[in-house]
């Protein structure tokens, strides 16, 4: 049967999505890739350069959520197609977000642009390979309809994780070990830290295209073999020495992003007199009022009922944990300590605010493992 001519619209709409998504695919690999080239060169301008063009990703996922709504109001796709449109909507987003870690890549290394490299600056640089090479084959796994590439790419996450846990070690170690060193370990702990989320979201972009192509959702635990030593938390406790800005922002977002049922606390070993106002603030931006929160002992807090621990600084390591409680360790530098204008306290506290939010939504999907 001849085509009609509604049928070839349709199929040139469905192609110029498959062209945005893969230009936009390309724009956000290439960010990853020139972030990392201008952390090897010192280079600000190219920094710069990356941070305005994110507007540029940012406008592709305005229009292609715009011309996905348009095709399924249209045409009100079915089977497959559905299937392909509304991977598109979510796919986009991980994308964005990708763009906008590689934003914060090019901040730090604005900052780093009179540093040396640490030692371990060469598992950074694999380490950014590994992740381009996942959102480029996540992409090329879409646009090919490809399971199988899908599945290559949510195994190698591991190795992306590897690599952050040793440099997290390496460069905590050289903190320890003289202090002139923290300011610059601590913005190469950040980049590894996005380029690890980088894997992450290059991680749901493959799981996406399984659904799409086989109608198989793998997020979620109980569809999905997970070894036995993975587990939803039931009781969740935020350490950190002062309990005064980071556990307290993270209690926080838990209270906001985990499941109903899942107990909460945060303590540290020498809490503070009060939350941090700047912390207090910068969560009541995103409509979270901590006020009426306040500082506890880990005394406090009946460790009976919690049975996942996440420290949140180098500091804390006084406390002795049941051997049954999984443990966790998300260092972040303290935005208490950070000195300049308000407007810089507030950023720092924006920071670890922000990075807070995805890492505390995981615990919902990806549980803290077991130790063995």
Known sequence: MERTHLDREY????????DQISQMGTGVAEMIQKSTHAL???NSALAHRLIEFDREINRYEVDIDELCTRIMARRQPVASDLRFLTTGLKLVTDLERVGDLCVNICE?????????????????TEMAGVTEKMVREAIQAFMNRDPDLAREVIAMDRTVDAYFAQMFRDLLTSM???PKNVYRATRFQSIARNLERIGDHATNLAEMVIFMVQGQDIRHPGQIERPEHWYTPHG??????????????????????LPLGVRIWSAGSDPAPAVNPYAVLVMREVGIDISRQYPKRISDVALGDVDSVVTLCSEEICVTLPRDIRHATWVYADPTKVQGSEDDVLN???RVRDDLKDRVAELANRPIAASR
């Open 11 to 18: 199929d040139s709409e469905l192609q110029l999505l498959r």
């Open 40 to 42: 090897a060169e010192r």
């Open 108 to 124: 730090r290394v604005i900052e780093l642009s009179t540093e040396e490299a640490p030692e371990t600056y060469g598992d950074l």
């Open 176 to 178: 320890m070990e003289d």
């Open 236 to 257: 969740v406790l935020f350490l950190c020495v002062r309990n005064a800005a980071r556990s307290q922002m993270a209690e926080g977002w838990a209270r906001r992003l």
């Open 348 to 350: 720092a506290f924006r």
